[in-house]
């Protein structure tokens, strides 16, 4: 793991294309801004576990895809509640 210190308005960059700016600073967290091309994607890290375990058990369920789609979208609108 890298690890740097940035102050804010700073960035790294990783790769081609990926800034990650530290916007700001609080007692609660730091905000930070992510720049990507469209073909990288960029989620919280609990957004993709559940993209990754709905994708494991679609590919191990025998139901439709429709229903699985159905599955995907309430379980990502339930984490951004």
């Known amino acids: 793991m890298l690890v740097v210190t940035r102050k804010r308005n700073e960035a ?5 294309g990926i800034e990650v700016r530290v916007l700001r600073v609080g ?3 730091v905000r930070i ?3 990507a091309p ?3 994607p960029v989620n919280r ?4 576990e559940l993209i990754r375990a709905e994708n494991l058990e679609a590919a191990q369920s025998q139901a439709p895809a429709p ?8 379980l990502v609108s339930a984490a951004r509640s």
């Not at 790294?12 to 081609?16: H, K, L, R, T, V």
Request: proline letters at 4%; zero cysteines.
């Open 67 to 74: 229903v699985l789609a159905d599955n995907l979208r309430q």
């Open 45 to 48: 890290a609990e957004i993709y």
């Open 33 to 35: 801004g992510i720049s």
């Open 27 to 29: 007692r609660d967290g």
């Open 12 to 16: 790294i960059i990783i790769g081609e």
């Open 38 to 40: 469209p073909h990288v």
